[in-house]
Every structure is written in C-alpha cells, then in structure tokens.
C-alpha cells in the first residue's frame, strides 16, 4: 500500500509539472501587440519558414500535453496490478500459517474461542430460537475440540471417570501437570442442550470453594464438552458404595463433607442473587478432592428463584431424592442411561432395576418449587453418611424401598439408632453428636416442606460436630490413659 501511494505521489507531481510548463508555453506564444497601436511598429512579414516553425511548435506543444496523461494511466494501471499481486500473496501465506497453527493443537488464550469451538451464544441461537444464553459475564473460555479429543485419548473406555444421565465424564490430560476432568454431552435433544446452557450460564458466574468451578466448554456438531477441575477421590456415592465401602470415610470425615455441602447449598440459596436451586442433590453429585474436600457439580437441572414461570417448570430428580410433594398424584417417567423402560410407580415402590444404571425421575406435572426440596435431598445425603445405605435399596424381588421409609422409625429410637449406623464407624463418635446428626436428617426430610429447616439453620447445626482442622468449632480433647503404680 505505501509503495502505491508512493507512486501515485511521484506520477501527480511529474504531471503538474509538465502541465504547467505547457500552459506557460502557451501564454508566452499568444502575447502580441494590436495592429491598431499608434507606437506598434510595423510587423515585419514572417518567412514562410518560420511559420512552419510556429506551427510545428504549437504542435509539439499539445502532443506534450497530451503524453503525460496517457503515460500516468498505464502506470496506474500497472502499479494496481502489482498490488494486486502482493495483497493476494500476503492472504495465501496468512492462511497457510493459520492453517498451520490450527493442526498444530497449541493455541494461546486470546485464540481458544477461534477454533473448533462454537461461542455458547452462537450456538444457543443456532439450536433453539426460545434458548436465550445469559453467559455475558462469565469467564469461561471456549476450547480446542482437538486438544480434548486427544487429552482423552480419543475419548478412550480407559479414561472414563464415571457415567451420568446424558454422558461420560473423561479424565483429560492437558499436560504433564495438569489434568481434568471433561464431560461429554451426545445428542441434540432440548433437555440435553437445556442442562448444557444452564450448566454453563451458572458455573460462569459462581465461585465458591464447595461448588465445583467450570474450566471451559466446547461444542463440536451434536458433541458438547464442559471442562472441569479434576475431583481426585471422585464422588461420595463412588466412596460409600463402591469398591471401598466408606472405610475411607471416618466419622469425622463424613460430618466434614456434610458440612462442605451444607456450605455449597447456603451460598446457593442465600448468596446468590436471585437464589439457586440445585434441583439433583446427591451423592454422585458431590465430589471430593485430594483432601476429601466436598463439592457440589451437575447443575444442569438447576433454576434460578426469580426464573419467569418457575412454579411450571417440568419437575425432575433422582430416585430415592426426590422430596414427596413432587411425587404426590404424579405420572413417573423412569428413565436410564441406557435407555431402560419406563413405568409407573409409587413414591417408595419401584420394580428392581440394577444398581450399574443412573437414574432420573421426570415427572409429567408441574408444582411449588422451592429450597426445601434441596434441603429434603441433603436430608437423604446425610442419611447416606450416617448409615452407609443407598437412597433406594432392593426390597424383594421386584420392588425397592427408599432409605427414609426403612430408617424413620429407627432414627427417632435411641435404643435402636447405633445399631443401624454404617459398620464402618459404629461406636467410633459420641452418642450425643450421633443423636444430634439423627435429628437434623429427621427434620431435613419430613414430608411437610414448612416442617424442614432452612440450610442456614441446618449448617449451623452441624459446625459444633466437625473438628477445629476441619473447618468445624469442635476441639478434640486427647485423653490419656491413667496409669496406676503397683505396690
């Protein structure tokens, strides 16, 4: 571009300069004095071959006029053409050198959302005109589908960490010191790309140490990833009810990661402006950290108080934690990851389906939805600490019971209540804190949600039973035995 202006600065000058040379030239010739003066002298008669001379002058004079304006035209035209060239030679080495970096898979920060990634608001606006992305705030950075792809390798059986309603989740490795976990959402349906939305819009904007943060998000054709942080000792149902039974998980221990799900559930319900709720609390929905540190993740269901039209919002959950006022006169729709049958059935009744499977409820009526509901399944998840039972266990061969019908008559009854506790920590705590844990899961899941207690009522009760070091006011007094003399 400067070498064109230069040459169209040269090219004006060269023809101004010429111009006026003409136009001088032209001037001088034409000055004469009237034949009609008295002081004119008489004009001497010109030779026929001077004449020719004038002539040929005059001539000249316009073929030099007009050379210059010819001569700029083919330059121009010249020089446009070379710059022509070199504006097409500066695109094709720039898109060689993209299309280096984007196989190349390392991409800086600035560049994420550039590549083989779909923006959320691009997306949303492509997949459903009534899905509308509230992500203007957020942080979350849009990633390579590549970089994922291969940091799981390929989405490999071997990385899978574990399978949930719409998905595995994959353990990734970014680099040699850095790992995640990423989840991967198949199909189109509107309840898949709705849980992916909301998930996203809120774990954009929420930052709290008992809520699990949001690294990133792709969308690739039908494939949706969300990048987390790596939860190392996996989920609280994985811990309970896995191949380790709960002999990881000390009493002490349990009522830390009540406690750090109590918290992530306040911040929830009194923090945020408007309020959340979570919607699918339970134990696979709580991970834990290297230091056995509780998280709250899956927010996909999850709705924001002052959502429009929240009392007619399709009613979901997970069997065994869904609060009753959900179920009463409503159809159940049970549905598997795997694609399992649906069926009817009652609150606590339900045909035998095998454990391997993840189960949601989507109920086909609408209803009041309020934190109650959070604090009915937190009742269930504290009851899953407490005796190292499934929500929904096998009743006989074609029904299951929920733990709350089995456990309610024991748990108000002192004399019975330490002979259900989970046999991993029976008589490792003091009876009273074990009374006091009972009563808290007594009134968290009461039919009634008036009769429930408030989250904040439910954190403070449980801080004096958690030790000083772990984030609790209770402190530990080291008894010595006594030791007697002989004689």
């Known amino acids: 571009m400067k070498i064109f202006i230069g040459f169209l600065f040269v090219f004006i000058s060269d023809f101004k300069f010429t111009n006026a040379t003409s136009k001088s030239l032209m001037i001088m010739s034409a000055i004469s004095v009237p034949e009609s003066s008295p002081v004119a002298p008489p004009i001497p008669s010109v030779p026929s071959s001077v004449a020719d001379i004038s002539s040929g002058t005059e001539a000249s004079i316009k073929n030099h006029h007009m050379k210059p304006s010819k001569k700029l035209l083919i330059e121009l035209i010249t020089a446009s053409s070379v710059m022509g060239i070199i504006l097409l030679s500066f695109m094709y080495f720039w898109m060689c050198h993209r299309k280096k970096v984007y196989k190349s898979g390392k991409v800086g920060s600035k560049k994420l959302d550039s590549l083989r990634g779909l923006p959320l608001s691009s997306f949303i606006s492509r997949s459903s005109g009534a899905i509308k992305s509230n992500n203007e705030k957020g942080s979350v950075v849009v990633m390579d589908y590549n970089l994922l792809e291969s940091a799981t390798s390929n989405f490999g059986e071997s990385e899978i960490l574990g399978v949930g309603g719409f998905g595995c989740v994959y353990k990734a490795r970014l680099d040699d010191s850095l790992c995640v976990a990423v989840k991967r959402l198949d199909g189109g349906s509107q309840d898949a790309v709705k849980e992916f939305q909301t998930e996203v819009d809120l774990l954009s904007k929420i930052q709290h140490p008992n809520i699990i943060t949001l690294l990133g998000y792709c969308v690739h054709d039908e494939t949706k990833l969300l990048v987390y ?30 406690l750090d799900t109590a918290r992530g559930l306040e911040y929830l319900h009194e923090n945020c402006k408007p309020s959340v709720i979570h919607r699918d609390l339970k134990s696979s929905n709580i991970l834990l950290d290297s230091s056995y540190n509780a998280k709250l993740s899956d927010f996909g269901l999850a709705v924001m108080d002052g959502a429009q039209n929240k009392n007619n919002i399709k009613l979901s959950g997970t069997l065994g934690y869904v609060a009753p006022e959900y179920l009463l006169d409503g159809m159940i729709k049970l549905c598997s990851c795997e694609g399992h049958p ?6 606590f009744l339900t045909p035998n389906i095998p454990k391997s499977r993840s189960m949601r409820l989507i109920l086909g009526f609408t209803g009041k939805l309020t934190d109650k509901s959070d604090v009915y399944a937190f009742g269930v998840v504290l009851l899953e600490l407490l005796l ?45 804190h074990l009374y006091q844990v009972a009563a808290v899961a007594v009134l968290c899941v009461q039919p009634e949600p008036s009769y429930r207690p408030l989250i904040t009522d439910v954190l403070h009760s449980l801080i004096p039973l958690v030790p000083v070091e772990l984030g609790g006011t209770l402190r530990i007094v080291q008894t010595r035995p006594s030791v007697t003399n002989e004689p």
């Open 229 to 258: 942080e790596l939860m190392h000792n996996g989920s609280l149902e994985t811990q309970l009810h896995g191949p380790s039974s709960g002999s990881n998980l000390t009493w002490h221990g349990r009522m830390k990661i009540a």
């Open 342 to 347: 649906c069926f009817k059935a009652s609150p």
């Open 388 to 432: 190292g039972r499934r929500p929904v266990e096998k009743l006989a061969e074609s029904q299951c019971q929920s733990i709350v019908t089995w456990a309610m008559p024991q748990l108000t009854d002192r004399s019975k209540l330490p002979n259900i506790v989970d046999p991993v920590i029976r008589y490792t705590m003091d009876l009273k």
